[in-house]
């Protein structure tokens, strides 16, 4: 196994941003370990996050997750705490072991949101040389009380993770590598939102990059990367350690727009028995595939909607459609 340790360099107290070693080399193609000072930014502590998690409460955007998942389990939620407590008595207890809660889409707080664009507006440039028009930007913020882990999984966003506070271990791997996740699991997810072929086996660790990762670490992996995180019980007793804060920042480009409409149009040509190129093997197919998927996906869309406007009218369910963000 790759085993990087990450130790934060120093910056300005009044400039908040993320930032590699070597900016150069950047490639949104590739895992990169990072570093970034917003572990210091005010709206950043925790007394301010549990606000944050108590406003995402009543809008229905905190996710708790059974203390007894390992990192081979299926990537589940729940709309509240598995022992039944209240959102209030949670946070009041959050740094009893086991305890864990995401917050999800903490951009529809405004002051996140100007938050959020701060982190990608740091490394844009970098971004964008090579895949521009960055848009959705969103954020995901993981509270965990060692031991606690986040299951194995991909998604579908580029993502700058930050380490914010307390330890926690991340382990990637490489997006591009089908021996982590087939092709067709990868088509599944981005078409369905399914991870039901999207599973861990120990034999997956030394094809991945394990960080280590404290206050002021970060790594940025590409869309569609597996990844997990472990916070161990082994650091609770050190300063910080009782508990583990993390942030996703996700976002989606042109790039990614692109390559979600080819895995639509890669995903039928699996089901009529052929054996398509992977997005990026063939320039060629890759064109005809993306005019195509943009196609397919909207026509996807515009029936999912129509069915639930159908359901709506025939009985008393109301049916929420979106199609999965950023495909189309």
């Given at each position: 196994?790759?085993?990087?340790?990450?130790?934060?360099?120093?910056?300005?107290?009044?400039?908040?941003?993320?930032?590699?070693?070597?900016?150069?080399?950047?490639?949104?193609?590739?895992?990169?370990?990072?570093?970034?000072?917003?572990?210091?930014?005010?709206?950043?502590?925790?007394?301010?996050?549990?606000?944050?998690?108590?406003?995402?409460?009543?809008?229905?955007?905190?996710?708790?997750?059974?203390?007894?998942?390992?990192?081979?389990?299926?990537?589940?939620?729940?709309?509240?705490?598995?022992?039944?407590?209240?959102?209030?008595?949670?946070?009041?207890?959050?740094?009893?072991?086991?305890?864990s809660v995401a917050f999800y889409n903490i951009e529809v707080i405004p002051r996140y949101q100007a938050l959020l664009m701060s982190v990608v507006n740091s490394m844009?440039?970098?971004?964008?040389?090579?895949?521009?028009?960055?848009?959705?930007?969103?954020?995901?913020?993981?509270?965990?009380?060692?031991?606690?882990?986040?299951?194995?999984?991909?998604?579908?966003?580029?993502?700058?993770?930050?380490?914010?506070?307390?330890?926690?271990?991340?382990?990637?791997?490489?997006?591009?590598?089908?021996?982590?996740?087939?092709?067709?699991?990868?088509?599944?997810?981005?078409?369905?939102?399914?991870?039901?072929?999207?599973?861990?086996?120990?034999?997956?660790?030394?094809?991945?990059?394990?960080?280590?990762?404290?206050?002021?670490?970060?790594?940025?992996?590409?869309?569609?990367?597996?990844?997990?995180?472990?916070?161990?019980?082994?650091?609770?007793?050190?300063?910080?350690?009782?508990?583990?804060?993390?942030?996703?920042?996700?976002?989606?480009?042109?790039?990614?727009?692109?390559?979600?409409?080819?895995?639509?149009?890669?995903?039928?040509?699996?089901?009529?028995?052929?054996?398509?190129?992977?997005?990026?093997?063939?320039?060629?197919?890759?064109?005809?595939?993306?005019?195509?998927?943009?196609?397919?996906?909207?026509?996807?869309?515009?029936?999912?909607?129509?069915?639930?406007?159908?359901?709506?009218?025939?009985?008393?369910?109301?049916?929420?459609?979106?199609?999965?963000?950023?495909?189309?």
């Amino acid at each position: 196994m790759c085993v990087t340790s990450m130790n934060s360099v120093g910056a300005s107290e009044t400039t908040y941003r993320v930032w590699t070693d070597d900016p150069g080399s950047f490639s949104t193609q590739r895992i990169t370990p990072m570093h970034h000072n917003f572990h210091e930014h005010p709206l950043f502590q925790v007394p301010e996050l549990v606000r944050l998690g108590m406003e995402l409460s009543k809008l229905d955007q905190c996710r708790f997750m059974n203390p007894d998942r390992t990192v081979a389990s299926r990537l589940a939620h729940d709309s509240r705490p598995p022992d039944g407590r209240s959102i209030a008595e949670f946070f009041k207890r959050v740094e009893e072991p086991g305890s864990s809660v995401a917050f999800y889409n903490i951009e529809v707080i405004p002051r996140y949101q100007a938050l959020l664009m701060s982190v990608v507006n740091s490394m844009r440039s970098l971004v964008e040389r090579e895949q521009p028009d960055i848009f959705r930007v969103n954020g995901f913020v993981f509270f965990s009380a060692p031991p606690s882990v986040t299951p194995f999984h991909i998604d579908r966003e580029n993502n700058f993770w930050l380490q914010l506070h307390g330890h926690k271990i991340l382990n990637v791997w490489d997006h591009r590598d089908r021996s982590i996740v087939p092709a067709e699991a990868v088509e599944d997810f981005i078409v369905t939102q399914s991870l039901q072929k999207v599973r861990f086996n120990q034999a997956f660790l030394p094809r991945g990059l394990e960080f280590d990762a404290q206050p002021g670490d970060a790594v940025y992996f590409p869309s569609t990367s597996p990844h997990m995180t472990r916070s161990t019980a082994d650091r609770a007793a050190t300063p910080g350690g009782r508990l583990s804060i993390s942030i996703g920042v996700t976002f989606y480009t042109a790039s990614t727009r692109k390559v979600a409409r080819i895995h639509q149009v890669n995903r039928l040509m699996r089901k009529c028995g052929m054996s398509p190129s992977y997005p990026s093997e063939s320039p060629t197919a890759d064109t005809a595939k993306s005019a195509v998927g943009g196609l397919v996906g909207a026509c996807r869309a515009r029936l999912g909607a129509a069915r639930a406007r159908f359901i709506c009218m025939t009985s008393a369910r109301r049916v929420k459609h979106a199609p999965p963000p950023g495909s189309y």
